[in-house]
């Protein structure tokens, strides 16, 4: 049985940083794409980053470029998310997810969804 495990969420103030991990379980994932969408109180899930099973060059949402760098380890079957200069508007459910396709993956739509972790950041 396939799971996505993540952690590292909690409050942070502006400005700060955190670092999200999602590990996946139940199989190899080392040729999926994976990535990482958030959704906030009120607002429908939205792509966050993503990154390709080879490695390649990852694709982020505008409004996080240059902040956030999504990265992965193939060997430990885990995808990370580290967030810099993080502002309020970042609040919300931050969710791990891992499909087959990596030009769908920007889509929403997935193989397999994490159960998400919260992440909250204070003005």
């Known amino acids: 049985q396939v799971q996505l495990v993540e952690s590292g969420g909690g409050l942070v103030q502006a400005g700060g940083s955190l670092r999200l991990s999602c590990a996946a379980s139940?199989?190899?994932?080392?040729?999926?794409?994976m990535g990482w969408f958030r959704q906030a109180p009120g607002k429908e899930r939205e792509f966050v980053a993503a990154i390709s099973g080879r490695g390649g060059t990852p694709a982020y949402v505008d409004s996080v470029k240059g902040r956030f760098t999504i990265s992965r380890d193939n060997a430990k079957n885990t995808v990370y998310l580290q967030m810099n200069s993080l502002k309020p508007e970042d609040t919300a459910v931050y969710y791990c997810?891992?499909?087959?396709?990596?030009?769908?993956?920007?889509?929403?739509?997935?193989?397999?969804w994490g159960q998400g972790t919260q992440v909250t950041v204070s003005s």
């Open positions: 997810a891992v499909d087959q396709f990596y030009p769908r993956i920007v889509t929403g739509s997935v193989d397999y």
């Open positions: 139940g199989r190899t994932f080392s040729s999926y794409a």
